[in-house]
């Protein structure tokens, strides 16, 4: 099947589809993807989606006010009911069908709503795209959305992330329970915690680069999707520590990732009389000495100093935080005190 690219966003997600069916071939025009390999991977989308919409209460593509006509649409050239979840979706798509273009919904264009932030770009682009595309784009969402992360009070954004080796994406939305990801910031704690899943969750067989991540403002109402930002993670390099990558680094730096309940300064009802753990600032800093070291540009004497000082300036303490203290230094004089000996 030969799939159009159009210079947007959504190009990423019919990429995405290409990396995972393996073989394809990509122009600067098209991508042309093996019928049957292409069923594959929609099928490998069905899966991913039809887990979901089973533990979440509404699980589909998330669409503003203006989007749902051109999705209804697109939806309508393949006679699906405008009711279809998106596992029905994916599995009963064979073949392109000659219909009228539709307008892009923003989920595969949401770049073009920070149209203010790009100088000379005064006003917003209209795009047309084929249907065969929006729903194939949507198979790549699903593929490449691992979850959501909280990022204030009652506040959320989307997570998409990128892999230009396949079979990395299907794991990984396999086996994260619930979609929960701990936080987004500092990404340094982000790119060790979702190193150690890869870790955890991907074949030894399957080769890890890079991932590409992009932090997404989900439509809702009038409101289009929105990218709020990106970043790569060097999985590669991390991986090349895999022994570093244990249950108590993953801790840690789930520790410097959550808001709200660690001493941020976000959490305004937090009783102040109560005896307080760790503050996150501690856990980002120490995440942050950790994340230098795995990637050479920190002395590990640095690391053990931060992390043992404030344990021994403690040791007679009743307070809850020594229990923290313990994990970390457990984890810096055990796991990377290991290191010296190789």
Known sequence: MQVPLYNIFGDNYILQLAAEAKEARITPNYVEIEDGMLARVLGMAAEIAEDKEKSQKKFSIPLSGNDRKPW???????????????????????????????SAPSFIKPEHYEFGRVPGKVEKEKIEVEPHYVILAAAGWVLSRIGRAKVGNNEYVGVNVFSPQG??????????????????????????????????LVKSSIMVSFLRVYIMTDAGGNKPNVINGGFTV?????????????????????????IGDRGDKEDKNKDKNKKEHIARDYYIKLVNYIYEYINGSKRIEDLLYFANRDLLMNLDSDDDK????????????????????R
């Open 234 to 258: 060097d999985v590669g390099k991390i991986l090349s520590k895999r022994d570093l990558l244990t249950d108590r680094l993953e801790i840690i730096a789930r520790r410097a990732l959550e």
């Open 72 to 102: 209804e649409e697109a939806l309508s050239c393949y006679n699906f009911p405008q009711a279809a979840t998106l596992s029905q979706i994916f599995r009963g798509f064979s073949q392109v069908k000659e219909c009228d273009e539709v």
């Open 167 to 200: 079979g990395i994406l299907y794991e990984l939305s396999k086996g994260l329970e619930n979609s929960y990801i701990p936080g987004i910031s500092p990404e340094t704690a982000f790119s060790l915690w979702i190193s150690k899943k890869v870790s955890d």
């Open 322 to 341: 020594v229990k923290e203290l313990r994990l970390i230094s457990a984890y810096v004089n055990g796991e990377l005190l290991k290191e010296l000996k």
